[in-house]
């Protein structure tokens, strides 16, 4: 009972990674309809960032975080420039494979710029972590979970309170009728984009302590992050957050009890069997066309 | 100037000569290489992924299926020969073959999976195998040899001959890969491709053609994965050594990088685009390890300024004026008929209801068109008007109601079923195959399963053109579909419904979008059609145009039937004025 509940812990801090990232992926297929195969590279510049201005330039830990959190927004708007700026017109597919393209150019330019060595990353305490009963909560989970609990929550707010919100919203629902009622759609995109390379570097910020940090970063998180989309529901927030964590919970219990080899196998099992089996996910709306 | 001989549209033997020649050129590069070491090498890989991307065009150039698994059915083919020779000591050919068997029938899987899925879902599905097969073939040891992979694999005998030496092997490569280039270049232009092609651009409207949209989808997974095995089978007698990084998911990606670049929609594209990214990394050698870094920005640079790919910037720009077609052909059957009225009930409609949630779009209608009228269904926005077509021809299920057509309940057939029972059909928002020639897309319309020409290649060329000369469109046979005119466009719809030799013809608002002009000419055409006793059911808010062709009209308001009957009664009917044009002032106040 006690491992059981020791690894449900480890499984919801990684899923709650996944999570983050399912996240910004999401809120980029709601508000430009792309799919973006660069979500996991924008975990991997935020845990570099993060490892350049901590480990190499010393900046005091936070002012590191939250630069690192600065930069990755303004660069999630060169993103929308190169990727989905030119293509936007031309259907969902060019652009899905510029994002391709777009993460094959980050990840070699990472490794070319700083080369292959893996870098090790304080965490956000020196505490190692806390017991609580049959549980070691490791102090670095419970910042992620704690983190992506407020993040979600500031979303909520943002989205659900604020005009900005409104407007985000709007632009997801109907582009053309937002743009009728004087919403500066593009300018909206623009943001979301911003909003999601800056959620992806959080989570790459905050998973960097657990794992090494490296070019293969990218895309394992971004594949687990897009199993999570569909798990959750296409397209649906809640059906992001909630496939994340599943996700993590499923892999580290595959993991611990049936075959750790398998363990990257578990995340695509689970998600074709969502696929054929229940296709809109947990929280999706039906697949359907109109004639 | 020639007129083409009779009996000549279709070419058999189109194609042969030019695969003779291009077999004789590869044997003779193949001869020119090395026998051994880093260039052959080159050319080997070049020449197993040039079979490898060929099989991409058919699933995701001419299908328009975004598979991001081909190096994995690559891997299942060299997986097959490697351990098939190595561990089993089968023969190299029996080994390929299982290899390509295995992928074939796991391509067979992932079309299938198209059934419930689309778009970005069918491309996870694809990706999830992709990852799965990596995870498996790297961990199951005890067959695949795991992460370590399979050593000494042997080149085969072929006819006596042995292919143990690099130079012959790579003949047998290169003769390959021209003999699939040239298969799926001749694939474009079959009955199976052109269905392909209508999936690609409208599925929709191309199961209302006839055509079995899964099955469509399925047979280009089954082909592309088949044709990616055999790649894979050949790259691991090439290179003697296979391990599972070999075959993840970054190199389909390349694959898919390599179609994309030469141009998906040809076999000779996606070679061109291969040959150019095998040789690239050496010519960027320079680069060092920023190579793969600008292979990332050139892909991104690749999409945004050549869409169509190398071959397509080149075939745009080579692309001769298209020759009319001057063979006389004889005129479609249906102009053989007299317009004959008979009391014949053709299409039997009843209770028919179709609920959106709470929205009773349909809610018990009844309809009985007879054979050889024109009846007209008409009715204010909003009044169930093309839910009632989508139901009839199978894109809506309906919620309650029976639909009898040509003496046979058709209620639950799929859309393509009802095509082929004699059921043809327009949209109201054009849906035309853009993708294709005006004459591809009515040869579409004229190969429909039940069609009398439909097994015949030169009668579907020459009933299609028929179809032109009826709605006056012969000239623009070999223009892109997508260059015409709107209302062009819906002559080219109403043609390949017509090619199909429909026993009904179901009109969605023909008249919608076309200017005063345009709509004349179609009230022309109508009423040809009328008189030579085709079955029509039309849609139309031109109370001029409905007046014009209708023998009998039915008008439907808020999903019910309010009024039914002659044209002249219905058009007075008062309910009927009433919802066209509101109550009169004196029962209102």
């Known amino acids: 009972m006690g491992i059981l509940l020791q690894l449900l812990f480890t499984g919801l801090g990684i899923g709650a990674i996944y999570a983050l990232v399912a996240l910004g992926f999401v809120l980029l297929i709601r508000a430009a309809g792309v799919v973006n195969f660069g979500q996991g590279e924008f975990a991997m510049l935020g845990a570099y960032l993060l490892v350049i201005f901590f480990n190499l330039l010393a900046l005091p830990y936070w002012v590191a975080i939250l630069l690192s959190i600065a930069i990755m927004a303004a660069f999630g708007v060169v993103f929308a420039g190169a990727t989905y700026w030119p293509l936007r017109n031309r259907g969902g597919l060019p652009v899905i494979i510029s994002t391709i393209g777009a993460s094959i150019f980050l990840e070699n330019m990472v490794l070319v710029l700083y080369g292959p060595a893996a870098e090790q990353v304080d965490g956000l305490f020196d505490a190692p972590g806390i017991q609580v009963g049959p549980v070691f909560m490791d102090s670095q989970y419970l910042s992620i979970m704690v983190i992506a609990t407020l993040l979600v929550l500031l979303q909520y707010l943002i989205f659900e309170k604020t005009l900005l919100g409104k407007k985000l919203q709007a632009t997801s629902q109907d582009k053309e009728m937002a743009s009728l009622l004087g919403i500066p759609v593009a300018a909206m995109i623009l943001i979301t984009f911003a909003y999601s390379s800056a959620i992806g570097g959080i989570a790459g910020i905050l998973i960097a302590p657990i794992l090494f940090v490296s070019t293969g970063l990218a895309s394992i998180i971004a594949l687990k992050a897009f199993a999570a989309n569909i798990i959750g529901g296409y397209g649906s927030i809640p059906g992001a957050i909630l496939g994340g964590l599943a996700l993590g919970v499923v892999e580290t219990l595959g993991a611990a009890y049936i075959s750790v080899p398998y363990k990257d196998a578990f995340a695509f099992l689970m998600l074709l069997a969502f696929l054929l089996i229940r296709p809109q996910g947990l929280f999706g709306e039906k697949i359907s066309e109109k004639a | ?589």
């Open chain 2, 1 to 589: 100037m020639s007129t083409p001989p009779p009996g000549s549209f279709a070419r058999p033997w189109r194609g042969i000569p030019g695969l003779l020649a291009a077999v004789a050129v590869a044997l003779v590069l193949s001869r020119m290489a090395p026998d051994q070491g880093y260039i052959l090498n080159i050319f080997m890989q070049a020449a197993t992924y040039g079979i490898a991307v060929v099989g991409l065009v058919v699933v995701l150039g001419y299908c328009g299926q975004i598979s991001i698994a081909q190096a994995a059915f690559f891997g299942l083919g060299a997986y097959g020969v490697a351990l098939g020779t190595v561990d089993y000591d089968l023969n190299f050919f029996v080994a390929l073959a299982i290899g390509v068997a295995i992928a074939g029938a796991l391509g067979l899987l992932l079309g299938a999976a198209s059934l419930k899925l689309g778009g970005h879902y069918l491309a996870m599905v694809t990706i999830s195998f992709q990852q799965i097969l990596t995870v498996v073939l790297t961990n199951w040891i005890g067959f695949s040899h795991g992460p370590d992979g399979v050593r000494n694999v042997p080149r085969p005998m072929l006819f006596g001959l042995s292919l143990d030496g690099g130079r012959d092997y790579l003949g047998l490569c290169l003769v390959t890969m021209v003999c699939v280039a040239v298969a799926v270049w001749r694939l474009r232009t079959t009955r199976l491709g052109r269905a392909m092609q209508a999936v690609r651009d409208n599925d929709l409207a191309a199961s209302t053609c006839g055509i079995d949209v899964l099955h469509t989808k399925v047979a280009a997974f089954g082909l592309s994965a088949v044709v990616g095995a055999l790649g894979g089978g050949l790259f691991a007698g090439g290179f003697r050594y296979i391990s599972p990084d070999q075959f993840s998911f970054a190199e389909s990606i390349v694959m898919l990088t390599m179609a994309l670049l030469g141009g998906v929609s040809s076999p000779f594209g996606a070679l061109i685009g291969t040959g150019l990214l095998v040789i690239l990394p050496e010519w960027l050698r320079f680069l060092h390890q920023v190579y793969l870094a600008v292979y990332g920005a050139a892909v991104i640079l690749i999409m945004v300024f050549l869409p169509d790919g190398l071959w397509g910037f080149v075939a745009e720009r080579m692309r001769r004026r298209a020759r009319p077609v001057l063979a006389e052909v004889a005129n479609l059957p249906l102009l053989a008929r007299t317009g004959e009225e008979t009391a014949e009930i053709v299409l039997g409609v009843t209770g028919l209801a179709k609920h959106f949630g709470g929205l009773k779009a349909l809610d018990g209608v009844d309809i009985a068109v007879r054979r050889g009228t024109v009846h007209a269904l008409i009715g204010p926005n909003g009044s169930g008007k093309s839910t009632f077509i989508n139901v009839v021809t199978g894109l809506y299920r309906p919620t309650a109601g029976r639909i009898d057509f040509a003496g046979r309940d058709i209620t639950g057939l799929p859309p393509h079923l009802r095509n082929r029972a004699g059921l043809a059909r327009t949209f109201q928002n054009i849906r035309v195959f853009r993708g294709m020639t005006v004459l591809e897309n009515v040869m579409v319309g004229a190969e429909r399963v039940g069609n009398d020409v439909a097994e015949d290649a030169d009668g579907i060329v020459r009933r299609a053109l028929a179809a032109l000369d009826f709605v006056g469109m012969r000239a623009d046979a070999h223009r892109m579909v997508g260059t015409l005119s709107y209302g062009h466009q819906r002559y080219v719809e109403i043609a390949r419904a017509l090619a199909g030799t429909p026993e009904m013809l179901l009109l969605d608002e023909p008249a919608a979008g076309l200017n005063m002009t345009e709509k004349q000419a179609l009230g022309q055409l109508l009423r040809r059609l009328k008189g030579h006793g085709l079955t029509i059911l039309v849609i139309d808010h031109d109370m001029n145009l409905v007046e014009q062709v209708a023998d009998h009209i039915t008008v439907l308001n808020f999903g019910r039937r309010i009024a039914d009957g002659g044209p002249r009664d219905v058009l007075d009917h008062p309910d009927v004025i009433a919802a066209y044009l509101g109550e009169p002032r004196s029962e209102a106040a």
